[in-house]
C-alpha cells in the first residue's frame, strides 16, 4: 500500500512539474546510455582485438638473432648472431618452462601451381608444434604437419585458407598434389580462417607450411630464420625468456643482457599492454557518461528542491497530524530514485537494443569483425545501477531533510 502511494505522489509531481522531470529522465537515459554503450563498444573491441592478435600465437615469444651490442669476453660488440636447427633441441632440454617450441623459415615468391593456376607464395618451414603455437588449426577432415612428416622428410604442404582459394577455388584441396617451383607435394590439411592483426611476412592465410626437414632439404638453409616458443607457465615467461637468454648466450659468447643480441617478440607483454590501454580508454569513457550523469543529478536535485518549497504547507499539515520525520524524508528520497531509475532503466533499454540491432545487421569485412560485437556486462550494469542509487539519494536526501525540519506551524504559514 505504502509503495501505491508514493506512486501516486510521484505521477501528482510529475503532473505539476511535467516539463522538468521529464527533461531531468532524458538527461539520465542519455547519461547511462553513453556510459552503457561506449563500455559495451569498447569492451567488444577489446574482445575482438585481443581475440584478432591471438591469431598471431596465444603467450608465445618469437626469438629472432641479432647484433651484439656489447664486448664480452674479449669479444668485441657488433658480431652477427646468427641461431641453428640444434638450438630448438638445446632449449627444449636446457629450459625446463618451455611447453612447445618450433623452428620457422620462409621463402618468399615461390611458384605454386594446381591445374592451369600459377601463383607465386610464401612458403614456410617448421615443425608440428607450429600448430598450436601459431594457430594453424586445420579444418575438418584434413590435418597439420606431423612427427612422420619430420623424420621421412616428407613432402606434403599445409595451405591457409586464402591460398587454398585462390588455388582451388571451391573444390576440395586435401588428397591433391600441388607443385611448388615444379617439384609435388601432396595437399594434407587447409586452415581454418581466423582473424589476425599481428603479423610477420604476410598474414598466415596466404601462406603454405611444409615440413622444416623438407624446406632444409630443398633449399639449404643453414640458419633459422626465428624461433617460436611458448611457456608453459605464463605468469613465469619472463623468467623462461632470460633462462633463453642464458642458454643462447653461453653457446654465441654474447653477454645475456644484451637485449640487441637477440631480438624477442613477447605476445604475453604485448597483451597485457594492449589490456592496460583499453582499461585507460574504459575509465576515459566511464568518466564522460559519469559527468553527464552528475549533470542529471543536479536537475534531479533542482526538482526535489522546487517540490521541496512548493509542498511546504503539505508536510507541515502531515507533521501536524502526526506524521515523524522519517516519513517526510523516505517521501522526497523514493521519488528522487523513482526519477534516477526511470530515466536509468530507459537508457539501459536503448543500450540493450542498439547492441542487439548492431550484432544482426549484415556487416562485413575487418572493420565489421572489430566493431559489430558489443558486450554488455554484468559489472557495467552494476556500476551504472549504483551511481544511479547514489545520485537519487542525494538528490533526494538534502531537499528531504529541510523539509523535515521545518517546525509544522511554521510550515503551516508558509506560502
Known amino acids: 500500500m505504502k509503495l501505491i502511494y508514493l506512486f501516486r505522489l510521484f505521477y501528482r509531481e510529475l503532473k505539476g512539474q511535467k516539463k522538468k522531470i521529464t527533461l531531468t529522465i532524458l538527461a539520465l537515459a542519455w547519461g547511462t546510455f553513453s556510459i552503457v554503450i561506449l563500455l559495451a563498444f569498447g569492451e567488444g573491441l577489446k574482445r575482438q582485438m585481443i581475440k584478432a592478435m591471438h591469431g598471431l600465437g596465444d603467450g608465445i615469444c618469437i626469438v629472432y638473432a641479432g647484433q651484439t651490442s656489447k664486448p664480452y669476453r674479449g669479444l668485441g660488440k657488433g658480431r652477427v648472431i646468427r641461431l641453428q636447427l640444434d638450438d630448438v633441441d638445446l632449449l627444449r632440454n636446457r629450459v625446463s618452462g618451455i611447453e612447445l617450441i618450433s623452428p620457422e623459415n620462409d621463402r618468399s615468391r615461390n611458384n605454386m601451381t594446381y591445374g592451369r593456376k600459377s601463383l607465386s607464395e610464401r612458403v614456410i618451414g617448421v615443425y608440428p608444434d607450429f600448430e598450436e603455437l601459431r594457430g594453424y588449426n586445420p579444418d575438418r577432415n584434413s590435418r597439420f604437419i606431423n612427427d612422420l612428416d619430420i623424420s621421412n622428410k616428407k613432402r606434403v604442404v599445409f595451405l591457409g585458407t586464402e591460398l587454398k582459394k585462390r588455388l582451388f577455388g571451391e573444390d576440395e584441396a586435401v588428397g591433391k598434389t600441388v607443385l611448388i617451383n615444379r617439384i609435388p607435394f601432396l595437399v594434407v590439411g587447409v586452415m581454418v580462417d581466423k582473424m589476425q592483426n599481428s603479423m610477420y611476412n604476410g598474414a598466415d592465410v596466404d601462406k603454405a607450411a611444409i615440413p622444416y626437414s623438407a624446406f632444409k632439404t630443398i633449399y639449404g638453409d643453414k640458419y633459422l630464420h626465428r624461433l617460436i616458443y611458448r611457456p608453459e607457465d605464463m605468469s613465469q615467461a619472463e623468467t623462461v625468456k632470460n633462462e633463453v637468454y642464458g642458454v643462447l648466450s653461453q653457446k654465441y659468447k654474447f653477454d645475456p643482457t644484451d637485449k640487441q643480441a637477440l631480438e624477442i617478440w613477447d605476445m604475453v607483454e604485448e597483451e597485457k599492454l594492449m589490456k592496460n590501454i583499453f582499461l585507460g580508454l574504459e575509465i576515459f569513457m566511464g568518466v564522460i557518461g559519469g559527468l553527464t550523469l552528475i549533470v542529471a543529478g543536479v536537475g ?59 550484432r544482426v545487421l549484415p556487416l562485413e569485412g575487418d572493420v ?8 554488455i556486462s554484468f559489472k557495467i550494469m552494476l556500476l551504472t545501477a549504483f551511481i544511479l542509487s547514489i545520485i537519487g539519494f542525494l538528490a533526494g536526501i538534502f531537499p528531504a531533510r529541510k523539509a523535515a525540519s521545518a517546525k509544522p506551524v511554521e510550515a503551516l504559514r508558509y506560502e
Not at 569483425?369 to 558486450?375: N, W
Open 300 to 358: 534531479v536535485a533542482n526538482i526535489m528542491y522546487v517540490s521541496a518549497k512548493k509542498r511546504t504547507k503539505e508536510i507541515g499539515i502531515k507533521m501536524a497530524l502526526g506524521a515523524k520525520r522519517r516519513h517526510v524524508l523516505l517521501q522526497f528520497i523514493s521519488e528522487a530514485l523513482m526519477i534516477s531509475f526511470i530515466g536509468g532503466g530507459a537508457g539501459i533499454l536503448f543500450s540493450f537494443i542498439i547492441v542487439e540491432a548492431t
Open 368 to 375: 565489421a569483425d572489430i566493431l559489430a560485437h558489443p558486450v
